[in-house]
């Protein structure tokens, strides 16, 4: 869970409001082409990306967000500890093919958090 406090000087008081972001669960898979992508086209966005299921993507509202996502386990038996950690990716495509909640990695940013070997990971992921 992301946590943020904004604080505030209001005629000599300090006001705090602290405004939390829940994590949301899914899936992660990885690709390797990376363009086009619906949000970019051919322009070259590096490698820690990642494209969006339907619900998320909305129209292209998605583009450019920036989400940490963290691997929190594994989905098949083949890799039983697949996690390595979490990773920041900006949102550059759509992946038609996605479940709701599931985020289709770079490769590079997939590696980053868990063992390719494993192919699908549960995650959790907050902007």
Known sequence: M??????LLLLGLVVSFISV???ISGTA??????????????QDQGVMIAA??????????????MYRVTCTGATNQGVPK?????VTVKIVDRCP???????????QAFSAIADPAAGKITIDYVQ
């Open 2 to 7: 992301a946590v943020k406090i904004h604080t």
């Open 21 to 23: 972001a829940s994590a």
């Open 29 to 42: 898979t990885y690709y390797t082409v990376y363009t086009p992508s619906a949000c970019y086209g051919y």
């Open 52 to 65: 969006a299921n339907n619900a998320l993507y909305n129209n292209g509202a998605a583009c450019g967000k």
């Open 82 to 86: 697949p996690c390595r950690g979490s």
């Open 97 to 107: 093919g996605c479940a709701a909640n599931q985020l289709d990695l770079s490769q």
